[in-house]
């Protein structure tokens, strides 16, 4: 069964903008079978710039049903169908948001009419439903009104299906039924060429910049995720993304690198997450006038750097804090001489037998200093030593390598799998990276949290 909907808005964006008509025609592909259209009291005035194209005014809506009153229909008539529409994107998005303000999930397989018509039309000029309408011939009384539009996408629909004919039809639709996924720029076959291989990829706008950065191990399969997605995030690239482009890594590491040096060089406008340049909360140490080893929060400036010893950096204050306090318990450590607590001599875990008494001299330096010293272990996520990382490649003839030299990342490369190399001929084939304050932790945690990495330390 299909639901072939169209719907009257106030705005174009469906967060922000209400339902003023919706139109419901179900067919079951060979006939049409139930008819549905109502006016919608939107509940905010439609803009005049809107009545001009719908014709719908505020008084014409004053006395009509609010969503929640068509509600129930809505869902009985779409329930167990496709839904249908021309640019299915906008229709869907609607109706999902409406139902989403009453707190139901909606969710219904899309198909859209522009996309079809193009595969079997090729060449109009435009698949507009008002073109497609003059192209064939048909008739409608009143454009951009929800039943009119509906019923002239169901004669679309219906030639659709008559020149696909035979049993090529049902495999046709399953087709564009994945593809009314994609964002409308992005065809089925473009996303098929895309290569199921590790790497980082790129969405860009319909002016060619970059407006997300990603990376994954099949990245055909992370882009069809990523348009299947009904979160906020996931509407807004769909209707942003204009074009895809791709680099192959074949390492998890490198394409881990690489993502995050990208977001923080192209700055793109949905990676928020990601985008910080530098990070602004440290934790230092520092030795007291009475021996123990001492801990602080603090921000990054150059009065801090020269007095204290770095440990680690965060991107913010807070994150810096709520680690230290994770490792202060962890270590049994003194609130006090952690900076955690203001008082003057016994801190209050003292009290309640969390600290071992550093801070009033009951614990000596030397024994309080050996569990700062495991603590700084834990906090210095920094690297250390030379090394190279030795990762598969792109081809099956190849190797990826990620350089460390005196705990400083040098950028990674590729080279031959099958030619022995020295430590100098590994470094001139690594590319000189874009500054990444994460690339020494991502490092680390892959290392650390990965079985079975190739490290050559030379």
Same mark, same amino acid.
């Given at each position: 069964?299909?639901?072939?909907?169209?719907?009257?808005? @106030?705005?174009?964006?469906?967060?922000?903008?209400?339902?003023?008509?919706?139109?419901?025609?179900?067919?079951?592909?060979?006939?049409?079978?139930?008819?549905?259209?109502?006016? &919608?009291?939107?509940?905010?005035?439609?803009?005049?710039?809107?009545?001009?194209?719908?014709?719908?005014?505020?008084?014409?809506?004053?006395?009509? +049903?609010?969503?929640?009153?068509?509600?129930?229909?809505?869902?009985?008539? @779409?329930?167990?169908?496709?839904?249908?529409?021309?640019?299915?994107?906008?229709?869907?998005?609607?109706?999902?948001?409406?139902?989403?303000?009453?707190?139901?999930?909606?969710?219904?397989?899309?198909?859209?009419?522009?996309?079809?018509?193009?595969?079997?039309?090729?060449?109009?000029?435009? *698949?507009?439903?008002?073109?497609?309408?003059?192209?064939?011939?048909?008739?409608?009384?009143?454009?951009?009104?929800?039943?009119?539009?509906?019923?002239?996408?169901?004669?679309?629909?219906?030639?659709?299906?008559?020149?696909?004919?035979?049993?090529?039809?049902?495999?046709?639709?399953?087709?564009?039924?994945?593809?009314?996924?994609?964002?409308?720029? &992005?065809?089925?076959?473009?996303?098929?060429?895309?290569?199921?291989?590790?790497?980082?990829?790129?969405?860009?706008?319909?002016?060619?910049?970059?407006? *997300?950065?990603?990376?994954?191990?099949?990245?055909?399969?992370?882009?069809?995720?990523?348009?299947?997605?009904?979160?906020?995030?996931?509407?807004?690239?769909?209707?942003?993304?204009?074009?895809?482009?791709?680099?192959?890594?074949?390492?998890?590491?490198?394409?881990?690198?690489?993502?995050?040096?990208?977001?923080?060089?192209?700055?793109?406008?949905?990676?928020?997450?990601?985008?910080?340049?530098?990070?602004?909360?440290?934790?230092?140490?520092?030795?007291?006038?009475?021996?123990?080893?001492?801990?602080?929060?603090?921000?990054? @400036?150059?009065?801090?750097?020269?007095?204290?010893?770095?440990?680690?950096?965060? +991107?913010?204050?807070?994150?810096?804090?709520?680690?230290?306090?994770?490792?202060?318990?962890?270590?049994?450590?003194?609130?006090?001489?952690?900076?955690?607590?203001?008082?003057?001599?016994?801190?209050?875990?003292?009290?309640?037998?969390?600290?071992?008494?550093?801070?009033?001299?009951?614990?000596?330096?030397?024994?309080?200093?050996?569990?700062?010293?495991?603590?700084?272990?834990?906090?210095?996520?920094?690297?250390?030593?030379?090394?190279?990382?030795?990762?598969?490649?792109?081809?099956?003839?190849?190797?990826?390598?990620?350089?460390?030299?005196?705990?400083?990342?040098?950028?990674?490369?590729?080279?031959?799998?099958?030619?022995?190399?020295?430590?100098?001929?590994?470094?001139?084939?690594?590319?000189?990276?874009?500054?990444?304050?994460?690339?020494?932790?991502?490092?680390?945690?892959?290392?650390?949290?990965?079985?079975?990495?190739?490290?050559?330390?030379?």
């Amino acid at each position: 069964m299909y639901a072939i909907i169209d719907v009257e808005t @106030t705005g174009g964006v469906a967060r922000f903008e209400r339902i003023t008509e919706i139109a419901i025609v179900l067919h079951d592909g060979q006939a049409v079978v139930d008819t549905f259209s109502t006016l &919608i009291n939107p509940e905010q005035s439609i803009p005049w710039q809107i009545t001009m194209i719908t014709g719908i005014t505020d008084e014409m809506v004053a006395q009509a +049903p609010k969503f929640y009153e068509v509600a129930k229909k809505v869902v009985e008539m @779409t329930e167990g169908a496709v839904f249908v529409a021309h640019n299915v994107s906008f229709d869907y998005s609607f109706v999902r948001e409406e139902f989403a303000r009453l707190g139901y999930p909606f969710s219904r397989q899309q198909l859209c009419t522009v996309r079809l018509a193009r595969k079997v039309f090729p060449g109009l000029p435009s *698949y507009s439903l008002s073109n497609l309408k003059k192209h064939f011939g048909i008739e409608a009384e009143r454009s951009h009104r929800a039943l009119d539009d509906t019923l002239a996408t169901v004669r679309i629909f219906e030639m659709i299906l008559a020149e696909q004919g035979g049993n090529s039809v049902k495999s046709f639709l399953r087709s564009g039924i994945r593809e009314a996924k994609l964002p409308p720029a &992005i065809t089925l076959e473009r996303l098929d060429a895309v290569p199921e291989t590790c790497g980082v990829y790129y969405l860009h706008d319909e002016r060619g910049e970059v407006i *997300y950065v990603g990376k994954s191990l099949n990245i055909r399969k992370r882009l069809f995720e990523h348009f299947a997605d009904l979160t906020p995030k996931g509407e807004k690239l769909r209707t942003g993304v204009a074009d895809i482009s791709f680099e192959i890594t074949g390492s998890e590491l490198v394409a881990l690198l690489l993502e995050s040096a990208e977001i923080k060089r192209l700055l793109p406008r949905v990676n928020r997450a990601l985008r910080a340049r530098s990070y602004t909360g440290c934790i230092f140490t520092y030795t007291d006038q009475n021996g123990y080893r001492c801990l602080a929060v603090g921000k990054r @400036t150059s009065r801090n750097a020269k007095k204290l010893e770095l440990v680690a950096d965060y +991107p913010k204050v807070d994150s810096a804090k709520l680690h230290l306090q994770s490792v202060v318990r962890q270590y049994e450590l003194c609130y006090r001489l952690s900076n955690l607590d203001a008082s003057e001599r016994a801190c209050f875990h003292y009290s309640i037998k969390k600290c071992r008494g550093a801070c009033i001299g009951e614990e000596s330096p030397e024994a309080y200093n050996e569990r700062v010293e495991q603590a700084l272990e834990t906090l210095n996520r920094r690297l250390s030593g030379s090394f190279f990382i030795l990762e598969p490649g792109r081809t099956e003839s190849e190797m990826a390598v990620v350089g460390v030299q005196e705990g400083r990342y040098l950028g990674f490369g590729y080279a031959d799998a099958s030619m022995s190399y020295t430590a100098e001929d590994l470094l001139e084939c690594l590319a000189v990276p874009y500054e990444d304050p994460d690339a020494g932790k991502i490092i680390r945690g892959y290392v650390d949290g990965k079985k079975g990495v190739r490290v050559v330390k030379f």
